[in-house]
């Protein structure tokens, strides 16, 4: 098993900007497909980005695409959410999430994923 910890949540004022950090623990984190997701108050958690189990292939929700930018760091078993422009629309919890998936795709269901984060608070003023 693999537990997972985020870090770097807080307020900022829109066109800011937050790096968000998801630390493993347990396993390595490299051999996990790895995503964000984000969930606001009264709505359902929904997809923010995704990174391959080998780093090779990055999506993101068309909401971040441009602004939002995920990383692997293998030697400090972590994968970082940098988010610049932020916006008041992204106010949300923020949680990663990983699992072992027998190919390189990513994965963007949160029915997919099998381990999560406690999650980190991100809250963009106007």
């Known amino acids: 098993q693999v537990q997972l910890v985020e870090s770097g949540g807080g307020l900022v004022q829109a066109g800011g900007s937050l790096r968000l950090s998801c630390a493993a623990s347990?396993?390595?984190?490299?051999?996990?497909?790895v995503g964000w997701f984000r969930q606001a108050p009264g709505k359902e958690r929904e997809f923010v980005a995704a990174?391959?189990?080998?780093?090779?292939?990055?999506l993101y929700a068309d909401s971040v695409k441009g602004r939002f930018t995920m990383s692997r760091n293998d030697p400090k078993n972590t994968v970082n959410l940098q988010m610049n422009n932020l916006k008041p629309e992204d106010t949300a919890v923020y949680y990663c999430?990983?699992?072992?998936?027998?190919?390189?795709?990513?994965?963007?269901?949160?029915?997919?994923?099998?381990?999560w984060g406690q999650g980190t608070q991100v809250t963009v003023s106007s």
């Open positions: 347990g396993r390595p984190l490299s051999i996990y497909a």
């Open positions: 990174i391959s189990w080998r780093g090779r292939s990055t």
């Open positions: 999430a990983a699992t072992w998936v027998a190919d390189s795709r990513v994965v963007v269901t949160t029915s997919e994923y099998n381990y």
